[in-house]
Nanobody, 125 residues
Framework: QVQLVESGGGLVQAGGSLRLSCAAS????????MGWFRQAPGKALEFVAT????????VYADSVKGRFTISRDNAKSTVYLQMNSLKPEDSAVYSC??????????????????WGQGTQVTVSS
């Protein structure tokens, strides 16, 4: 199993920045591909970004491309989401997730086996 704990959420003004962290424990972190998803009230779970095990490959949702950056530090068993130029529509609960498939990076929530409990991000206008 993998345990995931997010941190770094909070309240920020539009145009500001936040960095989310997701600390993993359990199995070898570098075995897992990691993703960030978000869910706003009354809306479906939305893919944000994903990163490969150690090759640096990344995929982003169009809505965050150029503003958000996903990265990981396998030595610290942590994945990050740097969020810049935040907009009110970025407000949501952000969750990290882990999956072990091979092939292309996944943007589909159901392919992720383990999830954190999420951290709230609120962007005021």
């Amino acid at each position: 199993q993998v345990q995931l704990v997010e941190s770094g959420g909070g309240l920020v003004q539009a145009g500001g920045s936040l960095r989310l962290s997701c600390a993993a424990s359990g199995r070898t972190f570098s075995d897992w591909r990691m993703g960030w998803f978000r869910q706003a009230p009354g809306k479906a779970l939305e893919f944000v970004a994903t990163i490969g095990r150690s090759d640096g490959n990344t995929v982003y949702a169009d809505s965050v491309k150029g503003r958000f950056t996903i990265s990981r530090d396998n030595a610290k068993s942590t994945v990050y989401l740097q969020m810049n130029s935040l907009k009110p529509e970025d407000s949501a609960v952000y969750s990290c997730a882990a999956e072990r498939r091979l092939g292309v990076l996944s943007t589909v929530p159901t392919t992720y086996a383990y999830w954190g409990q999420g951290t709230q991000v609120t962007v005021s206008s």
